[in-house]
């Protein structure tokens, strides 16, 4: 067992390639030309033989293969997990709106219009009625007497919680 200082770290399941997509596979942008596929599968490649990434010397391939050609490059931009688009709308929206990225650390220029209300003194516009209050106004129905285990059954229900198994009916 680890001790309570330790962080404890989670080994997570890998994801198909597939889901990953050609383009993380391979830290491309989806504009990515022949040049800068060369150059990341390259170094890839290296780092694969070298163990130094996890993943698997075949998938740099087949990265590297999808995204050379153009049908598969088309079906591979639409379907993996890097959610900009060919033409980088997310990148443009981020350089418009002053969303910027400075050593892991998201940066944004402009402040949102809507903030969280401090909920400290917070009163509901309704009036909340009282538990006491509630259970004093119920009014229990009278038990008809043909029906002979049902205020035994209320006894316990009242006392505490059944057990379907464990109850005794009269004869």
């Not at 990515?32 to 290296?46: H, S």
């Not at 998938?59 to 050609?69: L, Q, T």
């Not at 038990?143 to 049902?150: K, L, Q, W």
């Amino acid at each position: 067992m680890s001790r309570p200082s330790e962080p404890v770290v989670l080994e997570l399941a890998p994801l198909p390639r597939e889901q990953i997509g050609p383009f993380l596979l391979l830290g491309l942008d989806k504009d990515a030309d022949k040049e800068q596929i060369e150059a990341n599968w390259a170094r890839r490649v290296i780092w694969a033989r070298k163990n130094l990434t996890r993943v698997p010397l075949e998938d740099i391939n087949w990265a590297r293969e999808i995204i050379s050609d153009a049908d598969k490059r088309v079906r591979a931009d639409s379907a993996s997990f890097n959610p900009d688009t060919t033409d980088g709308l997310l990148r443009r929206w981020c350089a418009r709106f002053g969303v910027g990225s400075t050593g892991g650390e998201v940066t944004v220029a402009w402040q949102p219009l809507d903030g969280e209300k401090p909920l400290a003194d917070y009163a509901p516009p309704a009036e909340v009625p009282d538990a006491q209050e509630v259970r004093a106004a119920l009014s229990v129905p009278e038990v008809p007497a043909e029906v002979p285990a049902v205020p035994r059954l209320l006894e316990q229900l009242a006392r505490e919680p059944i057990d379907p198994w464990a109850i005794v009916l009269p004869l």
